[in-house]
T-cell receptor, first 111, second 113 residues
Framework: SQTIHQWPATLVQPVGSPLSLECTVE??????LYWYRQAAGRGLQLLFY??????ISSEVPQNLSASRPQDRQFILSSKKLLLSDSGFYLC??????????FGPGTRLTVL | AQSVSQHNHHVILSEAASLELGCNYS??????LFWYVQYPGQHLQLLLK??????LVKGIKGFEAEFIKSKFSFNLRKPSVQWSDTAEYFC???????????FGAGTRLFVKA
């Protein structure tokens, strides 16, 4: 069966510091992968998606970036965090019939 | 731009009350419709989905949703809620042939025991 992992689970970072969040998927090959940010009252905001290695589509202009160095690995990064980057970050893969399967998420607090 | 609108951001009900959460999506073609649920401390997970056929779909834990094409709506219902239904509910839409799923802002449901 398919499993999706995210780490770290929680992260507290100072403003201006770099960021790297990792997501890996097991049990499937060549998945479509997604990064979302969940903020209270704003639902899930799609940040990036990827349909294959090295292929990244950005949905929202901001100081975040994403990379997909391997088929089942998706990384969310920033060179310098802003206060507004605080939130709950979810990785997901798209299964049959467009169903999204979500990881446990990373709670990021930028101070 | 494609969008999903959920009518209520916070709902408080007593146990055994009936539930209906509204969801509307913007027109953009043939759609797949979803309700996802996030229970406290758990992953966001699929509650039910509509792709085609019977517009009334049934999901886990007694939930159902009705797709009304003419109204671009996909409302979620449950005849009698339980305390364990306390969660955040998200309506979502994907368009056939697309890569993205669009989510609504979510509705926080609190059920009083």
């Amino acid at each position: 069966s398919q499993t999706i992992h995210q780490w770290p689970a929680t992260l507290v970072q100072p403003v201006g510091s770099p960021l790297s969040l990792e997501c890996t998927v097991e049990g499937t090959s060549n998945p479509n992968l997604y990064w979302y940010r969940q903020a209270a009252g704003r639902g899930l905001q799609l940040l990036f998606y990827s349909v294959g290695i090295g292929q990244i589509s950005s949905e929202v202009p901001q100081n975040l970036s994403a990379s997909r160095p391997q088929d089942r690995q998706f990384i969310l990064s920033s060179k310098k965090l802003l206060l507004s980057d605080s939130g709950f970050y979810l990785c997901a893969w798209k299964g049959e019939g467009d169903t999204q399967y979500f990881g446990p998420g990373t709670r990021l607090t930028v101070l | 731009a494609q969008s999903v609108s959920q009518h209520n951001h916070h709902v408080i009900l007593s146990e055994a009350a009936s539930l209906e959460l509204g969801c509307n999506y913007s027109y953009g073609g043939t759609v797949n419709l979803f309700w996802y649920v996030q229970y406290p401390g758990q992953h966001l997970q699929l509650l039910l989905k509509y792709f085609s056929g019977d517009p009334l779909v049934k999901g886990i834990k007694g939930f159902e949703a009705e797709f009304i094409k003419s109204k671009f709506s996909f409302n979620l219902r449950k005849p009698s809620v339980q305390w364990s239904d306390t969660a955040e509910y998200f309506c979502a839409v994907s368009y056939t042939g697309g890569f993205k799923t669009i989510f609504g802002a979510g509705t926080r449901l609190f059920v009083k025991a």
